[in-house]
């Protein structure tokens, strides 16, 4: 089993900035994936990006030019920071550890869901 712990989440006006952490502890064993989602009260859940143990990336168009998801397999973390937060940013995201394969098409399979960190954005 695997236990994601997220945090950073707060209350911030809009162009700040935030940088969430999430630290997986347990076995993570054929885990080769993490990535960040979100959901806004009222929307559907939405991917927001993701990183691979090959340090591939791909993030949600609407966040790419102000998003970095990046890892630190040392202290088996992976972080989003998140730069020129607006208020459509406004959601609870969740930390996902999973298995994903990119060739020849893209699957992923979310084994593990962290608890969520409230992300506020004012104008």
């Known amino acids: 089993q695997v236990q994601l712990v997220e945090s950073g989440g707060g209350l911030v006006q809009a162009g700040g900035s935030l940088r969430l952490s999430c630290v997986a502890s347990g076995s993570i064993v054929d885990i080769n994936g993490m990535l960040w989602y979100r959901q806004a009260p009222g929307k559907e859940r939405e991917m927001v990006a993701l990183?691979?143990?090959?340090?591939?990336?791909n993030y949600l168009t609407s966040v790419k030019a102000r998003f970095t998801i990046s890892s630190d397999n040392t202290k088996n973390t992976v972080y989003l920071q998140m730069n020129g937060l607006e208020p459509v940013d406004t959601a609870v995201y969740y930390c996902?550890?999973?298995?994903?394969?990119?060739?020849?098409?893209?699957?992923?399979?979310?084994?593990?869901w962290g608890q969520g960190t409230q992300v506020t954005v004012s104008s």
């Open positions: 990183i691979t143990s090959g340090e591939y990336t």
């Open positions: 996902v550890a999973g298995r994903v394969r990119l060739d020849p098409v893209v699957i992923i399979i979310h084994d593990y």
